[in-house]
């Protein structure tokens, strides 16, 4: 049988060379393509292959009456319409590996101009100054290099920094301290990091929870004369608040390849001397290119001889009729991922999810991924989806179970997600009710009864007359107002739980006010 495989953006020769030498794939590059004349081709095309320049909408997809998968030969799929080609049972595939050793290569290029000055250096000699007490720097051996995310490629710059003699201090959501051990690097928390580093890289996903995550109050916290890179996503740093550290001398240099908007032709932090910058070229070499190529030409050659992909960014194709059994249950499962994931701040180690009635009759496997997904998502962003959930987590060390029983509990189905890490247990129960939807009906041994949308605030406390005026009164003043309340308790005088839907975000101001009231433990804000 003969493929046809369509290329519509330059890609890399030795990369489409492996699509050649296969005599079952028909090669088609034309990458001039109007959209009117690619919904032309794409009717016999098997496969697509693209950049970032073609626009896979979902009008094309619904031309493409053959194609069977979608090839971005790079991380991102912004050009790629996921939903229309997962409804065509079209696979699509990505190349997130193929820029890990530039991006890293990028990092430490710039670690070691900025703490040399070089950029500086070479301009003043453009300029035809010879000034060498000007531009004096500092070694890297011994210093402290803080590494906040340390997925791939914050791990390959550890290595790195390691060979320079650095000492390397970490923090990443899945960072345990015996994985940090066995790495070479100290384990710390964000704060630890940015206290004890006298260079601090980022190397995290832009999320709500890392959105300025280096801001005005993270730079009081840092030594005096720190240096600052970002080479992973603009957006971590607030620009305004490291120009202004750096005009008080609190950061001596910052090193920076991405930014809020791109291009970054006209800021103020350019105007600085000790910033050096780069547009955006962490990927930007010949190899990382090929890379990215020859993976995403390698999968796509796997798919169509019936081999297994590597690297797949949307959920396969599931029978319908086992999807349509199934299907109820996705939003169910992901938002109790997403709930128990903000319960515990410490590193998950084990997942066991256990199907119970109705569910433990059915194919389950979907459902643990879309429960994986949702336990990830907050600290790894939409680069986590249905396909990759398991294989992310495995990466990170997190074991997870599956348990069916018929057993309901009041119940006709009922879906539990456990998580353990080193010193706790959490749990969360869920289900669906008729003409109801997804409810939330156990957090822990406490009996609740939530929908799972929306703010929520979860207050564990003392079992004492006039906490719950107490904590109404204090929302009032912050004018959050109370949805609903769900309220149960160990035994009388005990410990208790209050489950709260309000109308907005719960701000970290009024949080802090509640933990205030001595009755009150622990308030989690929950958005869902």
Known sequence: ???????????????????????????????????????????????????SQTQVTAKLISKASNLKIIGRAGVGVDNIDLDAATEHGIIVVNAPNGNTNSAAEHTMAMIMALSRKIPQAFLSLKNQQWD??????????????GVIGLGRIGAEVSYRAMGQRMKVIAYDPFLTEEKAVA????YGTVEEVIKKADFITVHTPLLKETKH???????????????????????????????DAILSKKVSGAALDVFEEEPFLDHKLLQLPEVIATPHLGASTVEAQENVAVDVCQDVLNFLTGGVVSNPVNLPSVPRDILNKIEPYFNLAEKLGSFLIHLTEEVIEEVNIYYSGDLSEVEVAPLTRNTIKGLLKRHLGDHVNDVNALYLAERRGITIHENKTSTTKGFTNLLTVEVKTKSEKRSVSGTLLNGLGARIVKVDHYSVDFTPVGHILVIHHKDQPGVIGRMGSLLAKHTINIATMQVDRADIGGDAIMMLTIDKHMEKEAMEELLLLEEIYDVTAIDL
């Open 1 to 51: 049988m003969t493929f046809t495989v369509l290329i519509t953006d330059p890609l890399s020769e030795e990369g489409i060379q492996t699509l050649r030498d296969n005599a079952q794939m028909n090669i088609v590059v034309e990458t001039a393509l109007t959209p009117d004349e690619l919904e032309l081709r794409i009717v016999d095309a098997n496969a697509l292959l693209v950049r």
């Open 183 to 186: 790495m070479g690097v100290d």
């Open 213 to 243: 995550l280096l801001n005005a109050e993270a730079f009081q916290l840092m030594k005096p004369g720190v240096q600052i890179i970002n080479c992973a996503r603009g957006g971590i740093i607030d620009e305004d608040a490291l120009y």
């Open 132 to 145: 060498r007490k000007k531009y004096v720097g500092v070694e890297l051996k011994n210093k402290t290099l």
